[in-house]
């Protein structure tokens, strides 16, 4: 009698589980394998699934078991060593593996599409193809003309107008080739190329030289390393070295950024060094392009994979490496959704793999510098800046009694005004877009409240319109107050748009660009903005903190800081740490040429002891305070921590389910986890819903896992459940 067979298969549903369903009728059982799509009907829909196990025994009676309705891949598109950490990663992070495995696939896969990429047939020789002469096709002239074609372009591919411009009939002649074993086909995938001759590479000082070799002597090997280097240090040189000597070894090398907008500029750095296919993966790609860029990864047909954070999940067919630029943001923290940190499942993957990565930062995250000091991460240090610049001072101005024009100091405006007369670049950073954070009737004090947040909305002049930045509501700027009637109304406070506005009045003759999320929107609007800096034809540049990452500009000098208060007093325990980071990496952009740098820091308190700390000694004094401070007080990165949030369009339902999870928790919890709540959140009204939530701390990780485990189960029976939404974040990036 033979063996019953079932298919365990990830559905991409909230529920915590996966579903057994029988095989499809009429398939050869010997051609399903894990991680192969499949169509199954679930509830009255049909949804695409991924098969986790066959296995040979079910909990349900086969009776009771529907069939798959088709396989839709020969071979599995989620690889062994992919669903084995995506398992992981669902299990740690407590997401639904459904909705894990759906969150790693392209969506186009995530449709049922075919894994199938546009990809063009062109022809090369092959390793003993050349190694041969020619003179061995004296009786084959056709096959001999079209080798010699293909001799000169090596190792070029060939297409077929390139064959067809030069000889008729020449498909047969090509065949013979491929069977003597002397051609073979490829497919290109309209990857991301070099256009020119490549670059060598820049000299690198001692400290990169000893960087690049420490870390390439462990290939093939796991090795966590922390790439510590100031702004301006070269380390995407050393970056570039590594992955040298990987593609030397045939492998490949994995690069995450945090920002969709640093991508295009590492993107053509790495095009002019290296002559191999580079695929690109982040949410600015139409879904056909990320497919085809995920399908070549896989094919081993890009050397270099460069993409955001859930870039993580594609496939490498050789993976080298894998390198986090920028490991500190918190963009890397998937806040919503399927929740996970890409950095930390990253160097799991590494350790699977066997291969190093490298973390590399100006600014590290305390969790890294911790592993640094505890031994299990390798510090490498670039303490100079690669063109032999000395790193700007950093002067702060107080702004206790003194006037201010829009938001500017007369210290900053007198120093902008000096550096323009010299035709030099100015940046001047601040964390807020729009024109003006609040609008205000000055009649009866009436202020624009969004109708669904515990928020101001925005005022946005470009546009004439209020939108609130927590949950998208927008309105058209009315032209009365809604309370009395009057026509004062008052823009109060600055953004972006308004310092713009005010840069322009103040300095006619001086171009000037802003740089934010509103004024990026437009596709390739970034990288022409770039272009208009590194030309020299805008002087003055007004952003936000997507200024702040990663660019190059050499020519700006001076680094106005309008507001360094923002993160001082944040109700989040980490608002420090993103202010430090934040600060140092905006002021990483001065002088980072052959002219010396300033950079301004406006203040209402300079003598904050974080700040103090920061601005005279630097980041690294500044961490090691900060982690004092983390230890004694019981916090991560020395504790484990999770957030239960329940959200509700009523008030008390949110409170109602965190007091019921309170309970349950008590009974399953170890004595050493700590309940903290349940609280309303800092905002407790977002996008028209009430939002509470319930922390769980604890000295280990193990304890807070072990609890999660068994009590998330039961939170998922609970009747209050049914009339919240609810989610659990593991390591959160912020408890707002």
């Not at 298919?7 to 009728?25: E, G, H, N």
């Not at 920028?326 to 890397?332: G, K, Q, R, V």
């Not at 709540?677 to 807070?704: D, I, T, Y």
């Amino acid at each position: 009698m033979p063996v019953p067979t079932f298919l365990r298969i990830a559905v991409p549903s909230p529920l915590r589980r996966s579903f057994d369903y029988l095989p499809p009728k009429g398939v050869d059982i010997d051609t399903l394998q894990a991680g192969q799509r499949v169509r199954i009907p679930f509830g009255r829909q049909v949804q695409i699934g991924v098969i986790l196990a066959i296995r040979h025994e079910s909990d349900i009676e086969p009776k009771r078991l529907r069939h798959v309705l088709g396989v839709l891949d020969q071979t599995p598109v989620l690889t062994e060593e992919l669903l084995a950490l995506l398992q992981w990663a669902s299990d740690y992070y407590h997401q639904p593996i459904g909705e894990m495995l759906a969150n790693a696939l392209p969506v186009l896969l995530r449709k049922g599409q075919p894994a199938q990429a546009r990809a063009e047939v062109r022809w090369q020789l092959t390793a003993s193809g050349s190694t041969a002469s020619a003179t061995e096709l004296q009786r084959a002239p056709k096959q001999a003309a079209l080798f010699t074609q293909l001799r000169h372009a090596h190792p070029l591919p060939l297409s077929a107008p390139d064959f067809a411009a030069q000889h008729t009939h020449w498909r047969p002649p090509l065949r013979a080739l491929i069977e003597r074993g002397w051609v073979e086909k490829r497919l290109l995938y309209g990857l991301s190329t070099s256009n020119g001759t490549v670059e060598d590479p820049l000299p690198v000082n001692s400290e990169q030289q000893a960087a690049i070799e420490a870390i390439t002597a462990r290939a093939g090997e796991f090795a966590c390393f922390l790439l510590d280097g100031v702004t301006g240090s070269g380390k995407t040189e050393v970056y570039l070295g590594v992955i040298a000597e990987i593609l030397r070894q045939g492998k490949q090398a994995l690069v995450l950024v945090p920002e969709i907008s640093l991508t295009p500029q590492t993107v053509a750095r790495f095009q002019r060094r290296f002559a191999c296919p580079i695929a690109i993966l982040h949410s600015g790609l139409s879904d056909r392009e990320r497919l085809d860029a995920w399908l070549a990864a896989a094919a081993n047909e890009a050397g270099i994979v460069i993409g955001t954070r859930s870039a993580l999940f594609t496939p490498l067919a050789q993976p080298g490496v894998i390198i986090i630029d920028e490991e500190h943001d918190t963009s890397f923290k998937q806040q919503d959704g399927v929740r996970y940190h890409a950095r930390d499942v990253a160097i799991l993957r590494a350790r699977r793999l066997g291969i190093p990565i490298v973390l590399g930062s100006a600014t590290p995250a305390l969790e890294s510098l911790l592993n640094v000091e505890q031994g299990r991460y390798q510090s490498l240090k670039l303490s100079v800046r690669a063109t032999g610049a000395a790193l700007p001072p950093i002067q702060t101005i107080d702004l206790r009694g003194q006037p201010l024009l829009h938001g500017l100091s007369k210290t900053l405006t007198d120093t902008l005004r000096a550096h323009l007369a010299r035709g030099e670049q100015a940046l001047l950073f601040l964390n807020r877009r729009g024109y003006a954070p609040t609008l205000c009737c000055h009649d009866c004090g009436w202020l624009a409240d969004c109708p669904r947040c515990d928020a101001r909305l925005t005022f946005h002049a470009g546009h004439q319109r209020l939108r609130c930045h927590h949950c998208g509501t927008e309105q058209v700027l009315m032209p009365s107050c809604p309370d009395c009637g009057s026509t004062a109304l008052r823009a109060l406070g600055q953004g972006t748009e308004r310092i713009e506005e005010a840069l322009a009045e103040m300095f006619p003759a001086v171009g000037v660009i802003r740089i934010d999320r509103d004024s990026t929107r437009r596709k390739g609007a970034m990288q022409t903005m770039l272009d208009s800096i590194h030309s020299g034809e805008k002087q003055l540049l007004v952003g936000t903190q997507m200024l702040a990452k990663g660019h190059h500009f050499p020519s700006v000098t001076l680094v106005g800081i309008l507001d360094a208060d923002q993160g001082l007093f944040g109700a989040d325990f980490r608002a420090s740490e993103r202010m430090a980071q934040l600060i140092i990496q905006v002021a990483g952009r001065a002088g980072r040429a052959d002219k010396p740098g300033q950079v301004l820091l406006q203040t209402y308190h300079p003598e904050h002891p974080l700040l103090r700390s920061l601005l005279t000694e630097g980041y690294a004094a500044f961490a090691a305070q900060a982690l004092r401070e983390r230890r004694e007080a019981e916090l991560p990165p020395y504790t484990a921590m999770a957030i239960l949030r329940a959200e509700a369009t009523d008030r008390d339902r949110p409170l109602g389910f965190l007091s019921k999870a309170y309970e349950l928790a008590s009974g399953l919890a170890d004595a050493s986890v700590e309940l903290l709540g349940p609280l309303p959140a800092p905002m407790e009204r977002r996008a028209g819903r009430f939002r509470a939530q319930l922390l769980l701390q604890a000295p280990q990780r193990g304890p807070l896992q072990h609890l999660l485990t068994a009590w998330l189960p039961a939170l998922d029976e609970l009747a209050e459940g049914r009339k919240v939404r609810w989610s659990i974040d593991v390591d959160p990036a912020d408890t707002l």
